[in-house]
Nanobody, 122 residues
Framework: QLQASGGGLVQAGGSLRLSCAAS????????MGWFRQAPGKERELVAG????????YYANSMKGRFTISRDNAKNTMYLQMNTLKPGDTAVYYC?????????????????WGQGTQVTVSS
């Protein structure tokens, strides 16, 4: 029901835009978020956005570089990633939270996409 796309291989300093398209149901009333998991590391929240896009949350290391947004008319969420670093290499997942306000814990998110690989070379 959630399909993440847009990952790929990029050089350090480059940009990527991830998309998360919902199908089968609308998530316009849900908060949503992007998580990532690198090999050997725990899953971490990258950014979250409230149901109407009115509030956003970013992990400290992403502030100023990443921008989360959503288009409820298209049932799609985005993550614009700029100034990418090798440390951003991970599988990125999108997820939906029944609460209208984005939470910071993965357990709060009920629906998950399949993930898209982002690899940043130095």
């Amino acid at each position: 029901q959630l399909q993440a796309s847009g990952g790929g291989l990029v050089q350090a300093g480059g940009s990527l835009r991830l998309s998360c398209a919902a199908s089968g149901r609308t998530f316009s009333g849900y908060a949503m978020g992007w998580f990532r998991q690198a090999p050997g590391k725990e899953r971490e929240l990258v950014a979250g956005i409230s149901w109407n896009g009115g509030s956003t949350y970013y992990a400290n290391s992403m502030k100023g570089r990443f921008t989360i947004s959503r288009d409820n008319a298209k049932n799609t969420m985005y993550l614009q990633m700029n100034t990418l670093k090798p440390g951003d290499t991970a599988v990125y997942y999108c997820a939906a939270n029944p609460s209208r306000v984005a939470g910071t814990k993965g357990d709060e998110y009920v629906y998950w996409g399949q993930g898209t690989q982002v690899t940043v070379s130095s």
